[in-house]
């Protein structure tokens, strides 16, 4: 049973660049979280899908972010014209839940740290 | 929304020594997790315990959903259990909502 696995791992880029992550989430899991974590602080909730459906969006999602989820399966979140202060590991999760429940445990993958210099 | 505070915020140990870290939260809740983030970034579940208490080895975790306080033991603690533990919640939205974490140093 293959967890969640996110690629790159490690990313460093100038600023204005974009920059793209892909993550394959715990297969038949049917929801998919993306997260950003900055030294010293826990996770934070970025956006969320349910299948293909981006169901909910954080307020740190600025218009810069996209996040896609197109079969349903693997995302890609990608950050355009990138600024310093995007410096942060970059978590995504998965899980598995029915409707609106709250479904159940969610799995992380080993995150992709991105350097913005 | 949810607040989720953690404590202590740092914790420093004998090999050996047993602790007790604690996760209060501000409202009801769908579920709770426990994270242990080691020193590479990893993630890794500890417990998925929304009420009542779980053991796994060492570890033990016990949620009071109706008093809003989770607690985690760690015994007879191991260098290799150093790392930031995280409490999180989840909300309505199903997102996890995390703590701040307390990070644990367990000295040989």
């Known amino acids: 049973d293959t967890g969640v696995s996110q690629d790159p791992r490690h990313k460093i880029t100038k600023r204005g660049q974009n920059v793209t992550f892909r993550c394959d989430p715990i297969?038949?899991?049917?929801?998919l979280y993306w997260y950003r974590q900055t030294l010293g602080q826990g996770p934070e909730f970025l956006t969320y899908?349910?299948?293909?459906?981006?169901?909910?969006k954080s307020r740190l999602l600025s218009d810069r972010f996209s996040a896609e989820r197109p079969k349903g399966s693997f995302s890609t979140l990608e950050i355009q014209r990138t600024e310093q202060g995007d410096s942060a590991m970059y978590l995504c999760?998965?899980?598995f839940g029915k409707g609106s429940s709250s479904g159940n445990t969610i799995y992380f993958g080993e995150g992709s740290w991105l350097t913005v210099v | 929304g949810i607040q989720v505070e953690q404590s202590p915020p740092d914790l420093i140990l004998q090999e050996g020594a047993n602790s007790t870290l604690r996760c209060n939260f501000s409202?009801?809740?769908?579920?709770l997790q426990w994270f242990h983030q080691n020193p590479w970034g990893q993630l890794i579940n500890l417990f998925y315990?929304?009420?009542g208490t779980k053991q796994n080895g060492r570890l033990s975790a016990t949620t009071v959903a109706t008093e809003r306080y989770s607690l985690l033991y760690i015994s007879s603690s191991q260098t290799t259990d150093s790392g930031v533990y995280f409490c999180?919640?989840?909300?309505?939205?199903?997102?996890?909502?995390f703590g701040k974490g307390t990070k644990l140093s367990v000295k040989p």
């Open positions: 999760a998965s899980s």
């Open positions: 297969s038949e899991h049917n929801r």
């Open positions: 899908f349910q299948n293909e459906a981006q169901l909910e």
């Open positions: 409202d009801s809740v769908n579920n």
């Open positions: 315990i929304p009420s």
């Open positions: 999180a919640v989840r909300g309505s939205q199903g997102n996890l909502i």
